[in-house]
């Protein structure tokens, strides 16, 4: 299975939420998501949910079961953003403006 099935796996099954992030990790592509409807600034904290890549089934995951030392390491080099939602579009703009700011000068 490829992250790019894991992903409209994850849409189809869950259309009311936001995928945030992807981690390939063992057996399982591991997303975090957001409620589309979430008011603005909200903080979402959930069990991350992931799908099996062998049977291709979502599943609640949850990272102390999963070593977590090991899943923790697979979420710093391996996790990725997949859609950004509007803080994260508020944190790049502020980046943004701050790198053009600086490069005026």
């Known amino acids: 299975m490829t992250e790019q099935q894991a992903i409209e796996?994850?849409?189809?099954?869950?259309?009311?939420?936001?995928?945030?992030?992807?981690?390939?990790?063992?057996?399982?592509?591991?997303?975090?998501?957001?409620?589309?409807?979430?008011?603005?600034?909200?903080?979402?904290?959930?069990?991350?949910?992931?799908?099996?890549?062998?049977?291709?089934?979502?599943?609640?995951?949850h990272p102390m079961h999963h070593n977590p030392k090991d899943y923790f390491k697979a979420v710093r080099e391996k996790g990725r953003s997949i859609e950004k939602t509007r803080y994260d579009k508020k944190v790049e703009a502020g980046k943004d403006a701050i790198a053009h700011a600086l490069l005026k000068n």
């Open 9 to 61: 796996i994850m849409q189809k099954a869950y259309p009311e939420f936001i995928l945030q992030t992807v981690t390939d990790y063992e057996n399982y592509f591991v997303f975090t998501m957001q409620p589309k409807d979430a008011p603005e600034g909200a903080m979402w904290i959930d069990d991350p949910t992931a799908v099996d890549k062998m049977t291709g089934k979502t599943v609640s995951f």
